[in-house]
């Protein structure tokens, strides 16, 4: 059974950072190419993050670019998402998503990926 699990999430001030951890099991985490995304409230889920199955490849939204940082551990089988200088309308849901790669590259849409998370909140107050 594959299960992806986020943590770190939590109640922040604009400005501060937050680190959020996933950790996949029930598959093979060093062939699967990994993303972020995120969801508020009345919004659809959004590309945030995704990184590549060797971890050479990285990819972002122009609204998280040069704020955030995706990374992978293969050796700890995890993926994180360094988030700095948050601001309010990063509130959302955040998900660890997960997709076999074996060519390699990352995936920014949300239905190219097989396998999801249940989440985690971020909210940023102002």
């Known amino acids: 059974q594959v299960r992806l699990v986020e943590s770190g999430g939590g109640v922040v001030q604009a400005g501060v950072s937050l680190r959020l951890s996933c950790t996949p099991s029930g598959l093979t985490f060093g062939n699967q190419a990994l993303g972020w995304f995120r969801q508020a409230p009345g919004k659809e889920r959004e590309f945030v993050a995704s990184i590549s199955r060797s971890g050479s490849d990285t990819d972002y939204s122009a609204s998280v670019k040069g704020r955030f940082t995706i990374s992978r551990d293969n050796a700890k089988k995890s993926v994180y998402l360094q988030m700095n200088d948050l601001e309010p309308w990063d509130t959302a849901v955040y998900y660890c998503?997960?997709?076999?790669?074996?060519?390699?590259?990352?995936?920014?849409?949300?239905?190219?990926?097989?396998?999801w998370g249940q989440g985690t909140q971020v909210t940023v107050s102002s």
């Open positions: 998503a997960a997709v076999g790669a074996p060519w390699g590259g990352t995936h920014n849409r949300p239905g190219e990926y097989t396998y």
